[in-house]
């Protein structure tokens, strides 16, 4: 019974290594598949249009981060995006570009204390109550710009947020770089940033344990709103444009950055690191496509398809979430079961 019980523990060690390491395994096979249908995949000018590509989505992805490890929902990113880069174009007139820059972020501040307003205070379900400011905040966007976009006073301003500044990066990838890094220092470093987890987890049992849970939800609407505000600000700047429509599919893109990175939906797990993992791959995934001209329907579904699969593969190892999978514990598990064989076969020499 244990010789034959040994090799399916060994799969099942192997599936549970697959699924806790599977943001790297996506995304090494993600760069091998691009680099075979890619030429020049490689080279930095390619690697830096594609990691440019997903820095405002990005900025939001950090934001949802931590909503998500909080077992909350927001929905609002898009629209807050839309709100915050029409403040700061729109505004650059009457009140100067670095003035109105500042505004757009004030903006997307204000929208993340709706949105903790709604879900802390006046106990909204988070998706309900994210869903409903996201419609309000969008209308507000048509109805102050009569549904057309507005132009900056000057189309030059923001050219340095897409010059290069360190290598082959670009001043708003730098800055969603430096922003996930102090996040993930937060989330692994800092007792706070370890107290949301626990909210996320329980935020009952961790409010009886004496964590403030309901101001780190609020804390965490706040800050979503905050990086919504900043991709609104920072893309609105760089393309001298606010509009209405800007963002109006990017929060679903970015959930799906984060739940590929290994944040669970319902709360208490996630890391930015993580998140990181899951906006590479579906860069890389979403450039390697483009390039063979695939649709962008079919790449939905690509993507779509590779969510639903690690969701599955998640649910199907959860019940065994607290068994050690580090490399070091299945290069010891392994050791042990080839150990444990050779005595077997020792034993049925005699007979």
């Known amino acids: 019974m244990s010789t034959a019980a040994s090799p399916r523990g060994g799969w ?9 390491y599977r943001v790297i395994v996506i995304l090494a096979a993600t760069l091998v598949i691009a680099a075979t249908f890619v030429p020049g995949f490689f080279d930095a000018r390619t690697l830096s249009l594609g990691i440019d590509r997903v820095a405002t989505m990005g900025l939001i992805a950090i934001g949802l981060t931590v909503v998500l490890i909080a077992g909350q929902l927001d929905l609002s990113g898009g629209a807050i995006l839309a709100l915050s880069g029409i403040a700061a174009v729109g505004l650059q007139e009457p009140l100067g570009q670095i003035p109105a820059a500042f505004v757009g972020l004030g903006v997307g501040l204000l929208a993340g204390c709706v949105n903790g307003v709604l879900v802390v205070i006046l106990r909204i379900n988070s998706l309900v109550a994210t869903l409903a400011s996201m419609l309000l905040f969008r209308a507000v ?39 996930i890094l102090l996040l993930h220092v937060w989330l692994t470093r800092m007792v706070s940033g370890r107290n949301l987890f626990a909210v996320g987890s329980n935020a009952t049992s961790a409010a009886a344990s004496g964590i403030r ?19 609104g600000v920072t893309f609105g700047i760089a393309s001298n444009t606010g509009s209405p429509v800007f963002g109006d599919t990017i929060v679903l893109t970015a959930i799906a950055a ?11 797990i996630g890391s930015a690191l ?38 599955l593969l998640d649910r199907l190892t959860h019940a065994r979430r607290g068994t050690d999978v580090s490399p070091a514990a299945l290069l010891r598990r392994l050791s042990s079961q080839s150990g444990a064989e050779h005595p077997q076969e020792t034993e049925r020499t005699p007979a």
């Open 274 to 311: 993580g998140t990181l993992g899951g906006l590479l791959t579906l860069a890389a995934l979403t450039t390697a496509m483009e390039y063979q001209s695939i649709p962008a329907y079919v790449q939905d579904i690509v993507t779509g398809a590779i969510l639903l699969l690690l969701i």
């Open 213 to 231: 849970s309901r101001w780190y939800l609020f804390g965490a609407f706040v800050f979503s709103g905050l990086m919504a505000g900043i991709a």
């Open 258 to 268: 984060v739940v590929i990175g290994g944040t669970r939906l319902e709360g208490g």
């Open 12 to 20: 099942s060690l192997a599936l549970l290594g697959l699924v806790r």
């Open 141 to 179: 966007c048509h109805l102050i710009t009569d549904s057309r976009p507005v132009s900056g006073i000057d189309p030059f301003f923001g050219i340095p947020l897409t010059q290069p500044v360190l290598g082959t990066l670009s001043t708003r990838v730098f800055i969603f770089v430096v922003l």
